[in-house]
Nanobody, 123 residues
C-alpha cells in the first residue's frame, strides 16, 4: 500500500521561506517520478515541480523557477520542496504525488497523492 505524507506547511510572511517534505511508504521509491502540485481555493490544481527517479531530471512551473527547488533522498524515501522568496500568490494547499511514468506531466498522470499541506503567505 502506498502512502504519501506531506509536512512543513505553515504561515509565513512574504519574502520568507518554507521547506516541504513528503515521506513515501512504497516499494521501489527510486522508480517513481515525484511531483509537487498546489491548489488554491476556487482554482484548479496546478503543477509546481517534479523530479525523476534518480533525481537528475527536474522541472518547474514558470511561476516558481528560481525560487523553488525540488530534491529527493531515495535512501529516506522522501522528496522535498524548498520554497524561497515566497509571495502571497503562492498561498495554496500543496500536494505530493508519485507516478510510475517518467513522462507524467498532468495531475491525472500521477497515481498516488498525499493529503496536502497548507502554505499561507501573508503580505
Amino acid at each position: 500500500q502506498v502512502q504519501l505524507v506531506e509536512s512543513g506547511g505553515g504561515l509565513v510572511q512574504a519574502g520568507g521561506s518554507l521547506r516541504l517534505s513528503c515521506a513515501a511508504t512504497m516499494r521501489a521509491f527510486v522508480h517513481y517520478k515525484m511531483g509537487w502540485f498546489r491548489q488554491a481555493p476556487g482554482k484548479q490544481r496546478e503543477f509546481v515541480a517534479a523530479t525523476t527517479g534518480g533525481g537528475g531530471g527536474t522541472a518547474y512551473a514558470d511561476s516558481v523557477k528560481g525560487r523553488f527547488t525540488i530534491s529527493r533522498d531515495n535512501a529516506k524515501n522522501t522528496v522535498y520542496l524548498q520554497m524561497n522568496s515566497l509571495e502571497p500568490e503562492d498561498t495554496a494547499n500543496y500536494y505530493c504525488a508519485a507516478s510510475s511514468w517518467a513522462g507524467a506531466v498532468s495531475p491525472n498522470q500521477y497515481e498516488y497523492w498525499g493529503q496536502g499541506t497548507q502554505v499561507t503567505v501573508s503580505s
